[in-house]
């Protein structure tokens, strides 16, 4: 039964984020999980704050950074003991292919230079490298796009790349973790294809219409829900598993 807007909406916890975080997070390995927002909110911190716990030397993550320089994305990778690699796959010294010692991830950070020709597809083929190679890994490995419209539709042109991504690393076990501030042009497979979401508020008509692209959640309720949050607070949707079904709560700062 489809819920008219006239309805209250129905009771939906709501958790901070430590508490989610700690008690509430279950990501497995080979899950999509998709951030929806408008500038401004959060979507960078919030998806550290996901992998944060995630990325161990046996399921590192693989951060795609497009920026020529980004604070909170360089400051997370030394917080975390990420390696900082301009090309794809990362150049391997012999001292460190027989420590002991391996990183929990990776920042991948074409050299930029300033011309958007260059840089574009220096990106392109790097970022396209670990994508597809992070795929065929496999074994919980985790990739996150931090624009993915840009990467995908934008830019750089990978949307086949994403899409194909989406469609077959679930059953090698690796996990794109896709956000974007642009949701009305991103990969259609971001909504479907994704067991985790998080959205904000986002006023835009053209992106609340792509919320039927989730599929098993009224469009309305997201609208409904996802309007009445403030700044740097989260819908949150985890799509039903076979053992578990759908969870709805909001996510605070």
Request: with cysteine; glycine share 8%; hydrophobic share 35%.
């Amino acid at each position: 039964m489809v819920r008219r807007r006239a309805e209250p909406l129905p009771r939906v916890e709501r958790f901070t984020r430590d508490e989610f975080i700690n008690e509430r997070w279950a990501h497995r390995q080979g899950e999509h999980v998709t951030i929806l927002a408008p500038s401004g909110w959060g979507k960078t911190t919030l998806a550290f704050d996901l992998l944060r716990p995630l990325s161990t030397p046996d399921e590192p993550s693989v951060i795609l950074v497009m920026k020529a320089r980004d604070r909170t994305v360089d400051q997370f990778g030394k917080d975390m003991g990420f390696i900082k690699v301009r090309s794809w796959p990362p150049p391997i010294s012999r001292a460190y292919k027989h420590s002991p010692i391996r990183p929990p991830g990776f920042l991948l950070w074409p050299k930029f230079t300033g011309d958007p020709n260059i840089d574009h597809e220096r990106q392109r083929g790097e970022f396209r490298a670990a994508l597809l190679g992070c795929m065929r890994r496999g074994r919980g490995v985790k990739v996150f796009a931090d624009e993915v419209a840009d990467l995908g539709r934008g830019a750089l042109g990978l949307e086949k790349t994403i899409d194909h991504f989406l469609r077959q690393a679930r059953s090698l076990d690796a996990s794109l973790f896709a956000a974007t501030q642009r949701p009305f042009n991103a990969p259609g497979m971001i909504y479907g294809g994704a067991m985790h979401l998080f959205i904000g508020n986002d006023t835009d008509e053209r992106s609340r219409k792509r919320y039927e692209e989730i599929g098993g959640i009224d469009r309305d309720l997201v609208t409904g829900v996802t309007s009445e949050l403030r700044q740097w607070e989260w819908l949150y949707i985890r799509k039903a598993r076979e053992d578990t079904p759908t969870v709805l709560c909001v996510v605070g700062p």
